[in-house]
T-cell receptor
């Protein structure tokens, strides 16, 4: 059974600081997704990582994937209040034919 | 592009009644659609996978007779919660894949409250 573990599950930080969210998964996969969810809303796709060593950046967020370690990271640089949300990583082991297995999510609060 | 809609966005129903939720891909053909359930402050859990014209594949622990899924066309999948009970109250989110890439496109979700 595929397990996806995120940590931390809750993070409160100050604006301007940097931090990293970690996502470990238990089964070989070459598709790793990061999503953002605002309260009461559905998911917003942030990144799709498709190969070992993949790194993607958008604004203050940067995601990376190490398939050998089965680890992905989401790094936040110089956090701003607008980044407050819940962040989920998800893994696809079915080549797109199966659904995604999600981590428990990281509830991020960025204080002004 | 790649827009998925859900209808209704929220619904309140009485215990024992059935409710149908629609998931539509508006600008692409969805060969596969997925249904997820999210309880408050929890993660998304995959309920079932449906392919157009085929029976849905349900995840372990999901009652197929209670959660009826129909994927009758390449742009529409429906989830019917039969004989709903308060414990079925949840946020139901669908996603769709065009089968050609790696993206799953998520709908806006349907919040179901069973009283």
């Amino acid at each position: 059974e595929l397990k996806v573990e995120q940590n931390p599950l809750f993070l409160s930080m100050q604006e301007g600081k940097n931090y990293t969210i970690y996502c470990n998964y238990s089964t070989t996969s070459d598709r790793l997704y990061w999503y953002r969810q605002d309260p009461g809303k559905s998911l917003e796709s942030l990144f799709v990582l498709l190969s070992n060593g993949a790194v993607k950046q958008e604004g203050r967020l940067m995601a990376s994937l190490d398939t050998k370690a089965r680890l992905s990271t989401l790094h936040i640089t110089a956090a701003v209040h607008d980044l407050s949300a819940t962040y989920f990583c998800a893994v696809d082991i079915g080549g797109g034919a199966d659904g995604l297995t999600f981590g428990k999510g990281t509830h991020l609060i960025i204080q002004p | 592009g790649a827009v998925v809609s859900q209808h209704p966005s929220w619904v309140i129903c009485k215990s024992g009644t059935s409710v149908k939720i629609e998931c539509r891909s508006l600008d692409f053909q969805a060969t596969t659609m997925f249904w997820y359930r999210q309880f408050p402050k929890q993660s998304l859990m995959l309920m079932a996978t449906s392919n157009e014209g085929s029976k849905a594949t349900y995840e372990q622990g999901v009652e197929k007779d209670k959660f009826l899924i129909n994927h009758a066309s390449l742009t529409l999948s429906t989830l019917t919660v039969t004989s709903a009970h308060p414990e079925d109250s949840s946020f139901y989110i669908c996603s769709a894949s065009d089968g050609r890439g790696y993206e799953q496109y998520f709908g806006p979700g349907t919040r179901l409250t069973v009283t």
